[in-house]
């Protein structure tokens, strides 16, 4: 059970497509159930979902959360390579590093009879759409616990806090002229570009709090224009704004409303994730990662959402915690092969100390 090699099968599935999403997970469901995991599976909206339990049969419930779906890619991204400790591929960091370290991780913690152990696995959590997503599929079958850790990236540092989502579609209005006279309309597209700019100098951008120095604030697409001799009338972009904890998205949305000449429509919105840094299993966890890692697994804010937010609305702490890497949705995407092996060890460490810092587990489904 190698949790290097089990990185780089994952990673040669080409999970930003429904084939390959079903391919990796029906690879996953062998894979578990092989290693003496049984695994029941669903599907949501047409995806995959994948549910594991070992462990005790009461007592207190961890969950343990993954995706196995990745941002689009180049076909040779979905080659692993190795780089002295980096392992290199799409979803190296975010998450299939993570999900091997968590499957590895279950498999080791099967005999244990101290704690109950959920490993869920859910294969849209990349997608635009918020709304019935499978991780709250599986929540509302009762796969809940006593506290929930996804295994987004994070350098092993325990994610307390995480940005909102405010998934933003505006329709920015022009005038159309031809193309050989542009002076007589008025362009589309240039206007969506200075509506952004004008976002991005909004009062709240400039809001910072003690995890994170700033909100982000990305233009995600723009399709402007239907000929190429013709001033676009019409220009539509998709702004992805992640808001700080604390910033009243209503007011956010408000704001940008009143630019001119532009209509604007929630694409989605996701609540920002905050769970208290000493909760007795967040302390665990440190605890955890410093015997294996010697450093101090320091609470940090993470600049992207998970879906550790569906867990809390469900009140259940969740954190975002995953091993070490860099460049996730980016062209050289890696992990590190060492942290793998820590990660998987802080995690079967924090399992084992969990029933010594719960004193009265909550009352279970699943």
């Known amino acids: 059970m190698d949790e290097r090699a089990l990185t780089e099968r994952l990673i040669t599935y080409n999970t930003s497509t429904l ?40 007592g207190p419930t961890i969950v343990l959360h993954g995706h196995l779906d990745v941002v689009p890619a180049y076909e040779e991204q979905f080659e692993p390579r190795l780089d ?3 392992l290199i591929g799409r979803g190296a960091y975010d998450m299939k590093g993570g999900l091997a370290g968590m499957m590895c991780a279950t498999c ?22 918020d709304a019935g997503k499978g991780t709250e599929a599986l929540i509302d079958r009762g796969y809940l616990g006593d506290f929930a850790i996804t295994g987004e990236p994070t350098d092993l540092l325990i994610g307390v806090q995480a940005k909102g989502v405010l998934a933003l579609r505006l329709e920015v209005l022009g005038k159309a002229a031809h193309g050989s006279t542009p002076w007589l309309g ?39 224009g239907d000929a190429l001799n013709k001033v676009p009338d019409v220009c539509t972009i ?7 904890p604390g910033q009243d998205p209503e007011q956010i949305l408000a704001s940008v409303r009143d630019l001119p000449e532009t209509r604007v429509s929630v694409i989605f919105q996701r ?15 440190a605890d955890a990662v410093r015997d294996r890692t010697r450093a101090e697994a320091i609470s940090v804010g993470r600049d992207g959402a998970s879906d550790a937010v569906s867990f809390l609305e469900a009140g259940v702490p969740a954190v ?19 942290s793998l092996h820590s990660y998987r060890r802080a995690l079967v460490d924090f399992v084992e100390i969990v029933p010594t810092r719960v004193s009265t587990p909550r009352l279970r489904i699943a």
């Open 84 to 86: 002295g400790d980096r």
């Open 186 to 224: 008025d362009n589309a597209a240039l206007k969506a570009i200075d509506v952004f700019r004008r976002i991005e100098s909004l009062p709240f951008s400039r809001a910072s709090s003690e995890l994170f120095d700033r909100p982000s604030i990305n233009l995600g697409r723009i399709s402007g």
């Open 320 to 338: 975002e915690f995953g091993p070490t890497g860099g460049g996730h949705h980016g062209p050289d995407e890696w992990v590190s092969v060492e």
């Open 271 to 285: 609540e920002p994730a905050i769970v208290d840094r000493d909760h007795p299993l967040v302390s665990a966890l």
């Open 108 to 129: 080791d913690l099967v005999r244990q009879d101290g704690v109950r152990v959920h490993l869920l696995i859910v294969c849209d959590e990349e997608a635009d759409e």
């Open 238 to 244: 998709d702004v992805d704004i992640r808001y700080l």
């Open 19 to 58: 084939d390959g999403i079903r391919s990796c997970s029906g690879f996953v469901k062998g894979w578990l159930d092989s290693h003496d995991v049984p695994v029941s599976a669903w599907t949501c909206h047409g995806r995959p979902i994948l549910a594991a339990t070992v462990g005790a049969a009461e």
